[in-house]
């Protein structure tokens, strides 16, 4: 004797399989729920946000500054033309963990691209080199 679902039941299983026939690909919003079990659809830039994560591809001249709120923080900025990075930790000061080329964490040093603290918040990021085009993770827990 064949056992019929409930027609709630089916609607539900017909959900899943239209969902797991879903093509891969890279996703512009994700579906989730909040805090209080509503459905969301943040973009993944929200989503980011919430997590404490930053990231940046900045098109610099030289003499530019970019100001990262990012306090307590974990940071890794790149530039492919000169195959230069710094790597460190922002916690009311920047500590270097890692650096190679023309990096520095000094203020106003000419010939690199410097790293320096504004205040216990921010970060500024200033290039004084040529024009870059500069990658830049921050890892905040704030």
Request: net charge negative.
């Given at each position: 004797?064949?056992?019929?679902?409930?027609?709630?039941?089916?609607?539900?299983?017909?959900?899943?399989?239209?969902?797991?026939?879903?093509?891969g690909g890279?996703p512009?919003?994700?579906?989730?729920?909040?805090?209080?079990?509503?459905?969301?659809?943040?973009?993944?830039?929200?989503?980011?946000?919430?997590?404490?994560?930053?990231?940046?591809?900045?098109?610099?001249?030289?003499?530019?500054?970019?100001?990262?709120?990012?306090?307590?923080?974990?940071?890794?900025?790149?530039?492919?033309?000169?195959?230069?990075?710094?790597?460190?930790?922002?916690?009311?000061?920047?500590?270097?963990?890692?650096?190679?080329?023309?990096?520095?964490?000094?203020?106003?040093?000419?010939?690199?691209?410097?790293?320096?603290?504004?205040?216990?918040?921010?970060?500024?990021?200033?290039?004084?080199?040529?024009?870059?085009?500069?990658?830049?993770?921050?890892?905040?827990?704030?």
């Amino acid at each position: 004797m064949p056992c019929s679902l409930p027609l709630k039941c089916e609607n539900i299983m017909a959900d899943d399989i239209r969902e797991n026939a879903m093509a891969g690909g890279t996703p512009a919003r994700l579906r989730g729920l909040d805090a209080n079990g509503n459905s969301i659809s943040p973009t993944l830039e929200e989503v980011m946000n919430a997590m404490g994560i930053y990231t940046k591809k900045w098109d610099s001249n030289k003499g530019d500054l970019l100001e990262i709120n990012a306090p307590y923080s974990i940071f890794i900025i790149g530039e492919s033309v000169i195959g230069g990075h710094i790597m460190g930790v922002f916690a009311n000061n920047i500590t270097v963990l890692s650096k190679a080329r023309q990096f520095s964490e000094t203020k106003d040093q000419e010939g690199t691209i410097n790293i320096y603290r504004k205040d216990e918040h921010s970060i500024i990021v200033q290039n004084n080199i040529e024009k870059m085009n500069i990658r830049i993770l921050f890892l905040s827990s704030y």
